[in-house]
């Protein structure tokens, strides 16, 4: 593997997620990383490897708003 990527091993243990789910972050898109000259890379599917750059972030989509659980709704009907 390059020295600007790591596998999805890697990359789960730094962001703190598990490997499937940064396999689905890299296939939504939504995995990806700043270069220096402002342009953006996003993770690479090379013979069913994920390359993902060392300096990634995971990027929420818009428009979307985490549900409550059900037991913060739960306690606000009981308020």
Known sequence: ???????TAAAAKKAGVSERRIRVLCDEGRVKAEQKDGTT?????ISGVW???KNFKVIKPEGKTSRPSKIKMKRAKNV
């Open 1 to 7: 593997m390059s020295d600007d990527f790591i596998g």
């Open 41 to 45: 890379i996003n993770a690479k599917l």
């Open 51 to 53: 390359m993902i750059p």
